[in-house]
């Protein structure tokens, strides 16, 4: 090893926190505090969250950087998501930060996502910091809490210096910070006074080269893509001729044509940026993620960033039910394969692979919420397309043994409920491994499960739990292929021509099953229009009207009541379909279908499956 030193002007954080614990609440907090904004400027709420996805449904989903100045040194403030299924945006966003800090919810505890990324910030050998938030909630235990922290980091294996960890109280959302619970309330200056002492610089070798680990990726129309990453060693000068070294060892050239650096939430071009910062370069082409941006006299590679595998697989493919076309922008299998190709050099944890068909495409990813984000963020772009059933992805192993992932899950419910939800994971071959109950009337329940039990269980929990049960998870190992698994008990029912639905006809389909559509629908040969009660597929005539050959009142139809129809999300419609059906989404609509639309080549198939087996 060289001489190693450290930068003191410049802190990278990562702030590590569980969904809706206020981690982005805290951050407006302090870059209000900072002087980022004027004293009478107008900020929105959450304005790390600023993808529309992220404001609805109140989830970090990208890791975002942004800045802020505090005595002269810059703190750089890495976000990242909360959830596993993002998991290759948190293993790129610990690669740019020194430190992370932990916000934990004062009355919830640490729960089983901000495990997850814990384990990761350790595994990193990061420095941590303790935020216990929200300590101004009725239910607020801040003792108890800490306790599980401490707890929390010995199962992780966290080293004596991450076990240290500095301690505040705060209620990020007021702005209220303090080093003791007894203390008068303090503001944001107390936090970026103890990130300033208490979080390290950046470490960087005195005489080592110039090296970049690039982290992410981003696009734009005057510049083409950009490379973000974190200077490790060296100096980076604008407009300079450096090299590229990709995952194979190749090395290419790459000229700075702009080079930039966070300034609060905006970016600020520089002349030259120094070891430890976090930089965007423009000119980038080639470049992929994982890349090291070196010298070109002696150019010397980094460890690549290395992200879990994929456990969940999806087919993707061109609409081609009888309604292609009419309300989306982009409907070409070509456009669909270049924007999950786009999405592939963004996203580490996405990988795309090509079929026989060639208007279809299998997307790898961590989870089936990750690739339904994907598919939302798609339908918002002016996509058109449909996807299959997920599937888990299993291997085998050196005899030969099928094996596949499975889950840590935890379950936070009331004590009425534990029998429903035993029963019904137990059917999935989830293995309970841990029960507590503090006597406050909820039970957290710990299981393991093959992947593919949780997939479309989660909307059942909800159902089961009345909506007040919490279920997480994470990836946990992969074991021996457990058997099948009954997912649907019930059958699908299908209309058997095109047309539009009929009050009449679907008053009389209620008694069969839950229905997806109201009078009105354009519907098509092979489209999935409800929820069969039986197993098996029921295709009807759902456009059929009274015959009018024995009218005894006037106006007795139209006095027809059908029940209220919940629309379908994008989630429940991906949980619901069996492996010969598919999603159709489309910028205004989710409609369910089957693989093969004529009844006829249906029936065929079915009867060639069963003369197999």
Not at 447 to 470: A, H, Q, W
Not at 558 to 573: C, F, G, W, Y
């Amino acid at each position: 090893m060289g001489n190693r030193k450290v930068n003191e002007k410049i802190r990278n954080i990562a702030i590590i926190a569980h969904v809706d614990h206020g981690k982005t609440s805290l951050v407006d907090s302090l870059f209000k505090h900072s002087g980022l904004f004027r004293e009478n400027q107008d900020v929105d709420d959450r304005i790390m969250d600023n993808m529309d996805l992220e404001r609805e449904r109140g989830i970090t989903i990208a890791a975002k950087n942004c800045s802020v100045f505090w005595n002269d040194v810059k703190i750089n403030i890495i976000d990242t998501p909360g959830h596993a299924d993002f998991g290759g945006e948190v293993e790129r966003a610990l690669s740019m930060a020194d430190g992370a800090i932990l916000l934990v919810d004062a009355s919830e505890g640490p729960l089983p996502q901000t495990r997850f990324v814990l384990q990761k910030a350790f595994a990193a050998g990061l420095k941590m910091m303790v935020v216990v938030n929200k300590i101004d909630r009725k239910d607020a235990r801040v003792d108890e809490v800490l306790d599980e922290i401490y707890e929390l980091f010995f199962d992780l294996d966290a080293n004596d210096e991450q076990i240290e960890f500095p301690v505040v109280y705060a209620v990020g959302r007021d702005g209220i910070v303090k080093n003791e619970m007894n203390e008068p309330d303090g503001n944001m200056g107390i936090l970026l006074d103890k990130i300033v002492d208490d979080m390290p610089g950046a470490e960087y070798e005195s005489d080592e080269i110039l090296q970049i680990l690039v982290s992410d990726l981003g696009y734009s129309d005057y510049l083409g893509r950009l490379a973000i990453g974190k200077i490790f060693n060296g100096t980076i000068n604008n407009n300079e001729q450096l090299v590229c070294i990709g995952a194979g060892g190749e090395i290419k050239p790459l000229k700075v044509s702009k080079l930039q650096a966070y300034e609060g939430l905006s970016l600020k071009e520089v002349n030259r940026a120094e070891m430890g910062d976090i930089v965007l370069i423009s000119g980038a082409d080639e470049i992929r993620i994982g890349d090291t941006i070196s010298k070109k006299d002696a150019p010397k590679a980094l460890k690549r960033i290395k992200v879990d595998e994929s456990t969940v697989s999806m087919k993707f493919s061109a609409n081609t039910s009888p309604m292609a076309g009419k309300e989306g922008s982009i409907v070409q299998a070509s456009k669909i394969y270049e924007r999950l190709y786009k999405e592939t050099l963004r996203n580490v944890a996405i990988r795309l692979e090509e079929t026989d068909d060639k208007d279809a495409f299998l997307v790898k990813g961590r989870g089936e919420f990750q690739l339904a984000i994907l598919i939302e963020t798609m339908r918002r772009e002016g996509f058109e397309l449909s996807v299959g059933r997920p599937e888990v992805i299993v291997k085998k192993d050196a005899n030969g043994k099928v094996l596949e992932p499975v889950e840590h899950l935890f379950v936070d419910c009331d004590e009425s409920f534990v029998g429903v939800v035993t029963e019904k994971l137990s059917l999935r071959k989830a293995r309970m491994a841990n029960l507590v109950n503090r006597g406050s009337g909820r039970v957290r329940i710990e299981f393991y499960i093959p992947s593919r039990g949780l997939i479309g269980y989660r909307d059942e929990f909800l159902s089961d739990t009345k909506g007040t049960g919490v279920l997480n998870s994470y990836l946990h190992d992969y074991e021996e292929f457990k058997g099948d698994i009954p997912t649907r008990f019930t059958g699908s029912i299908v209309a058997d021509r095109r047309g539009k639905a009929v009050p009449y006809a679907l008053f009389h389909l209620e008694p069969r099953g839950r229905l997806f559509i109201t009078p009105g629908t354009e519907i098509y040969e092979g489209m999935i229009i409800g929820e069969y009660n039986k197993a098996g597929d029921l295709d009807v005539n759902a456009c059929k009207e009274k015959k009018l050959t024995n009218v005894r009142a006037a106006g007795k139809d139209d006095n027809i009541l059908l029940k209220p129809v919940s629309p379908l999300t994008l989630e429940q419609a991906i949980h619901f379909i069996a492996e010969d059906e598919m999603v159709e989404v489309t910028p205004q609509s989710i409609r369910l279908r089957k693989s093969f639309l004529p009844f006829q080549k249906r029936q065929t198939l079915k009867s060639r499956k069963l003369n197999n087996n």
